[in-house]
């Protein structure tokens, strides 16, 4: 089976990471919808459209590479921890390009669970979503689209989960398509000491990524990536890890975990799709 390691960050630990590779895959809905971008006030006609790619990863802000060794493991003089990882899934309300500059006019074609949070002209707006990231420590493409030339200001997402009572258009869609997952933003399943898990958080946090100057999209294809620092999640202020059935709701370290999960989501440029980002700039 293969298998993952990431180098422990604590002083007193050592740790690694096995992950099945074969089991995660980026899923998108099967008829997931490009809704319709708000009338701008800038706009003056039809313009050239740009492709555009979303990528999603999971790579270690230290660096870190995975390796495929050994089970994700965590010693110290006292203790010895092994968690194992087969899946990690994320419910993005919605995904937004914003164009620079722009006054909207309209708002009434909103992908989001509350489409009174749109304050400006979202060029590339998407419905609900289900990913997969791949935490294999690879750079996966999850999303191909084209936007019309012009600079952009902000790559944003949200991770939120969905529920009944969310207004978005493609919300019931959703849930009908993973009632599994009504009110969960957050989906990881493993192993811990060798016992099954299944995490599960309705965490919400925004993605966001401004570009200062904004970028101009003209004729190159334009790279996008999230990335999560998942190797940070589950694991304790010392470094220790965390076992993920005391961060459940209710549990004793499910405020921790859900911080950590704040804390580990970057965005930025990546048109060579490596998981680096472009700029060299950080959050």
């Known amino acids: 089976m293969p298998a993952l390691r990431l180098p422990f960050f604590g002083p007193q630990f050592i740790s690694d990471i096995t992950q099945e590779s074969n089991l995660m895959r980026i899923q998108w809905l099967i008829a997931l919808p490009l809704v319709a971008a708000a009338a701008c006030s800038e706009s003056t006609g039809p313009s050239a459209s740009v492709p555009v790619t979303l990528s999603l990863s999971a790579k270690s802000a230290t660096g870190a590479s995975f390796s495929r060794s050994a089970d994700v493991t965590a010693t ?56 997969d990231l791949p935490v294999n420590g690879t750079v996966v493409n999850a999303l191909s689209v084209t936007v019309p030339e012009g600079s952009y200001s902000a790559l944003e997402a949200k991770l939120r989960p969905i529920t009944a009572g969310s207004s978005g258009r493609g919300s019931a869609a959703f849930l009908a398509a993973h009632p599994e997952l009504n009110g969960v933003s957050v989906l990881v399943e ?24 904004p970028l101009s999209v003209t004729s190159a294809p334009l790279g996008l990536t999230m990335n999560a620092d998942l190797a940070t999640w589950f694991r304790s202020s010392s470094g220790a890890l965390i076992d993920p059935r005391t961060a459940n709701a209710g549990g004793a370290n499910a405020q921790l975990v859900a911080d950590n999960i704040k804390r580990s989501f970057r965005a930025f440029r990546d048109d060579d799709h490596d998981g680096r980002d472009d700029d060299g700039a950080g959050r």
């Open 76 to 131: 110290s003089s006292t203790t010895a921890d092994a968690l194992v990882i087969t899946k990690a899934q994320l419910v993005l309300a919605r995904v937004e390009l914003v164009r620079a500059g722009a006054t909207c006019t309209s708002e009434a074609a909103s992908g989001d669970d509350d489409a009174a949070e749109h304050e400006d002209c979202e060029e590339l707006e998407l419905a609900p979503s289900l990913v």
């Open 190 to 213: 493993g192993t811990f000491n060798g016992t099954a898990f299944t995490f599960k958080s309705p965490v919400s946090t925004g993605i966001e990524r401004s570009f200062s100057p």
